[in-house]
């Protein structure tokens, strides 16, 4: 069992950073890959970047490729990731989620545990 809380969410102006974590209780975390993905409004959940247990190999969608840098520290149990340049589209709630196993994958069913949600506001 794996339970994750994200942090590092609020207001920010376009052009902006935030650095969103996700702390994940057990001694089996560097067991497990990692994502991140994001619901804005009246939209569905996608995929926004994810890493491999090893956090060798990154994954990253287009519209925030560049941008967001996903990494983790499997001594502190924990990922984090680093959005800059955000703009008022990246507004939403951003969940982290573990998988089971050493690759990651891009679609949300494939995720064993997911956390509550922050949310992130870019303001124009």
């Known amino acids: 069992q794996v339970q994750l809380v994200e942090s590092g969410g609020g207001l920010v102006q376009a052009g902006g950073s935030l650095r969103l974590s996700c702390a994940a209780s057990?001694?089996?975390?560097?067991?497990?890959?990692m994502g991140w993905f994001r619901q804005a409004p009246g939209e569905e959940r996608e995929f926004v970047a994810a890493?491999?247990?090893?956090?060798?190999?990154?994954s990253y969608a287009v519209s925030v490729k560049g941008r967001f840098t996903l990494s983790r520290d499997n001594a502190k149990n924990r990922a984090f990731l680093q959005m800059n340049s955000l703009k008022p589209e990246d507004t939403a709630v951003y969940y982290c989620?573990?998988?089971?196993?050493?690759?990651?994958?891009?679609?949300?069913?494939?995720?064993?545990?997911w956390g509550q949600g922050t949310q992130v506001t870019v303001s124009s």
């Open positions: 057990g001694r089996t975390f560097s067991t497990y890959a």
């Open positions: 989620a573990a998988k089971r196993g050493y690759s990651y994958s891009l679609l949300e069913s494939e995720y064993d545990y």
């Open positions: 890493i491999t247990w090893s956090g060798f190999t990154t």
